[in-house]
Nanobody, 120 residues
Framework: QVQLVESGGGLVQAGGSLRLTCAVS????????MAWYRQAPGKQRELVASITGGGSTNYQDSVKGRFTISRDNAKNTVNLQMNSLKPEDTAVYYCKGFIATLRGVPNNYWGQGTQVTVSS
């Protein structure tokens, strides 16, 4: 059983910062790509940032220069540092990991989400 648990969400004023953390637990053979997605009310879930097992990163244009994704392979965690937050960043943020388990074939696993609300 694999679990992804997000933490660090909350309410912040525009211009403020938050740091999200996703912790992966369970019987894991390896964690490949990891990513943060978000879903605002009435909108589709969208990719915010991703990071490969080797540390290469990719960002949605709207967060470039403001958000930073990082991972700690020893702790099986991935972080999203969010600076200069804007009201349009308000959403539920989800962590996703492409994870290999004892079943052998890697699969995508999702966390339950954490709410980020940015007030103007």
């Amino acid at each position: 059983q694999v679990q992804l648990v997000e933490s660090g969400g909350g309410l912040v004023q525009a211009g403020g910062s938050l740091r999200l953390t996703c912790a992966v637990s369970g019987t894991i053979l390896g964690i490949n790509d990891m990513a943060w997605y978000r879903q605002a009310p009435g909108k589709q879930r969208e990719l915010v940032a991703s990071i490969t097992g080797g540390g290469s990163t990719n960002y949605q244009d709207s967060v470039k220069g403001r958000f930073t994704i990082s991972r700690d392979n020893a702790k099986n965690t991935v972080n999203l540092q969010m600076n200069s937050l804007k009201p349009e960043d308000t959403a539920v943020y989800y962590c996703k990991g492409f994870i290999a388990t004892l079943r052998g074939v890697p699969n995508n696993y999702w966390g339950q989400g954490t709410q980020v609300t940015v007030s103007s």
